[in-house]
T-cell receptor
């Protein structure tokens, strides 16, 4: 079945780059997503990548997709205190509403 | 307008109460979703409405009753809940049921006493 895995915590210094990783098992996914959830808030769609792409950049965010290794990463350049949140990766499949979620990575920013 | 709104923000209810959660979007999306999220966990899908018809019920107990009065509104009626139903309830919408972007509301934090 489908499975999406993430490490639970990542700690980085303010100003450094953060790289949050995600692995998945089902290579037939159509889209892969990164959502951000700040404490007490809903989920914010940060970015997504179509499965036939290998990179997408949007300002401080860079998504890398390695289909061969079934590995997705989110790089946040110049990490700021406002980036503190839980980051969920998720995948979806063609013509299917359902998102398969990772457990979420809590990003901790050290001053 | 690219926002999904939810009311109330917080709700405390007893096990014998009846209450409703509301969700609204004006993006013209035709699919709407209810999720339940426990602390530090990913969201769990409860219901999907597609073109105002219930498309998916993920084996949710009948004490949760969804309703889609029109294409912009989604309600979740609550009755005889249990303390373990306390969670963040999130509404989301997408262009259609196969839509690749689900936009989430801020959620309703529900506490059942």
């Amino acid at each position: 079945g489908e499975d999406v895995e993430q490490s639970l915590f990542l700690s980085v210094r303010e100003g450094d780059s953060s790289v949050i990783n995600c692995t998945y098992t089902d290579s037939s996914s159509t889209y892969l997503y990164w959502y951000k959830q700040e404490p007490g808030a809903g989920l914010q769609l940060l970015t997504y990548i179509f499965s036939n792409m290998d990179m997408k950049q949007d300002q401080r965010l860079t998504v890398l997709l390695n289909k061969k290794d079934k590995h997705l990463s989110l790089r946040i350049a110049d990490t700021q205190t406002g980036d503190s949140a839980i980051y969920f990766c998720a995948e979806s499949f063609d013509s299917n509403y359902q998102l398969i979620w990772g457990a979420g990575t809590k990003l901790i920013i050290k001053p | 307008d690219t926002e999904v709104t939810q009311t109330p923000k917080h709700l405390v209810m007893g096990m014998t109460n009846k209450k409703s959660l509301k969700c609204e979007q004006h993006m013209g999306h035709r699919a709407m979703y209810w999720y339940k999220q426990k602390a530090k966990k990913p969201p769990e899908l409860m219901f999907v409405y597609s073109y105002e018809k219930l498309s998916i019920n993920e084996s949710v107990p009948s004490r949760f009753s969804p309703e889609c009065p029109n294409s912009s509104l989604l309600n979740l009626h609550l009755h005889a809940l249990q303390p373990e139903d306390s969670a963040l309830y999130l509404c989301a919408s997408s262009q259609d049921e196969g839509g690749n972007e689900q936009f989430f509301g801020p959620g309703t934090r529900l506490t059942v006493l």
